[in-house]
């Protein structure tokens, strides 16, 4: 894994689509302070989505993406939801696990990858859906917790099973009623940021995606302080426009409306991963 692997071969360069030139000549590889403010001027690493017009989840995975400080080096483990429908277009090592098993197939590689690289900074990062990190990969998630596995979940929290039409999970608001489940949610949300912090996590971050600049602090921070202490935890709420009756540019206007209540940013860090964020912001990396 390095980024010479975009590096195309002289004698193919004539034959190649443009974006794969592209990817070589203008994304932003090798560099550790790259981010969002770079997305007007380079080559993106999402070249496409095939997520519904105007879906939030989009926004936050180019976000993610161009705040990656490692890109060349990081595996991003996924499961099927909607953001497993994008997956294929990302140009990074993407590894597609079981429903609800991501957390498990990420410790592995991780342990895997420190043992077979030693001496190199291999980032691994699990992203999915609620359904998969709350509901029904719970047991996988916390239990990588539990054994301080050095890797970063973010959870895309939409509120819903969206990629199979609507059903409750436990990240639903109470009361609330979907296609699939229409006598609404009788329990209160599960508060999956505090269940984070009281299994292990050195680093957990609760807000929308409506702030570029601050998915792209939150991001490094979980990433640097997972390499060196213990999981972290990101919980991003990207709300699904379809299921809740939304058009497709109101998605942003929804985040902005919860970032003042249910998604209030809340930031949480041990002292341990203090010390690494004051540590990579001296040195200019944060
Ligand atoms: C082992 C297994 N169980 C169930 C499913 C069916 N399934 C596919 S997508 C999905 C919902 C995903 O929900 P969530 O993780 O919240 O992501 P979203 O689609 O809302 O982004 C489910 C239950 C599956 N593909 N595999
Ligand atoms: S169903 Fe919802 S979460 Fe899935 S792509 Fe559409 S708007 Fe986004």
């Known amino acids: 894994m390095s980024y010479k692997i975009f590096k195309i071969n002289e004698d193919l360069k004539d034959f190649m689509p443009p974006e794969i030139v592209d990817l070589e000549e203008k994304a932003t590889w090798g560099n550790p302070k790259r981010g969002v403010m770079d997305l007007p001027y380079s080559k993106e690493?999402?070249?496409?989505?095939?997520?519904?017009?105007?879906?939030?989840?989009?926004?936050?995975?180019?976000y993610i993406l161009a705040s990656l400080p490692n890109p060349e080096d990081t595996i991003?483990?996924?499961?099927?939801?909607?953001?497993?429908?994008?997956f294929p277009h990302i140009a990074l090592h993407t590894v597609h696990s079981l429903f609800g098993n991501q957390n498990a197939v990420a410790s592995g590689i991780k342990r895997v990858l420190e043992w077979r690289f030693p001496d190199k900074v291999k980032d691994v990062i699990v992203l999915a859906g609620d359904g998969?990190?709350?509901?029904?990969?719970?047991?996988?998630?916390?239990?990588s917790f539990f054994r301080q596995e050095k890797i970063t979940t973010i959870c895309f929290d939409n509120e819903v099973y969206a990629n199979t039409g609507g059903q409750e999970?436990?990240?639903?608001?109470?009361?609330?009623?979907?296609?699939?489940?229409?006598?609404?949610?009788?329990?209160?949300?599960?508060?999956?940021?505090?269940?984070a912090i009281d299994s292990g996590c050195h680093y957990v971050v609760r807000m929308t995606v409506s702030s570029p600049k601050k998915?792209?602090?939150?991001?490094?921070?979980?990433?640097?302080?997972?390499?060196?202490?213990?999981?972290?935890?990101?919980?991003?709420?990207?709300?699904?426009?379809?299921?809740i009756g939304l058009n497709a540019?109101?998605?942003?206007?929804?985040?902005?409306r919860t970032d003042k209540e249910r998604f209030k940013f809340f930031e949480y860090m041990t002292d341990a991963a203090k010390e690494v964020i004051e540590r990579k912001k001296e040195e200019g990396l944060i």
């Open 45 to 62: 690493l999402i070249e496409e989505h095939s997520l519904c017009a105007g879906c939030p989840e989009s926004a936050a995975f180019r």
């Open 76 to 86: 991003i483990v996924n499961s099927t939801g909607c953001t497993s429908l994008v």
């Open 132 to 143: 998969a990190t709350v509901d029904i990969g719970l047991d996988c998630t916390l239990q």
């Open 169 to 195: 999970s436990g990240m639903t608001v109470k009361g609330h009623v979907f296609k699939m489940a229409p006598k609404g949610k009788q329990w209160d949300k599960v508060p999956m940021w505090q269940l």
């Open 215 to 243: 998915v792209e602090k939150v991001i490094k921070q979980a990433i640097y302080v997972a390499r060196e202490v213990g999981p972290t935890y990101i919980h991003l709420y990207t709300p699904c426009i379809l299921e």
């Open 249 to 256: 540019d109101d998605g942003l206007e929804e985040m902005r």
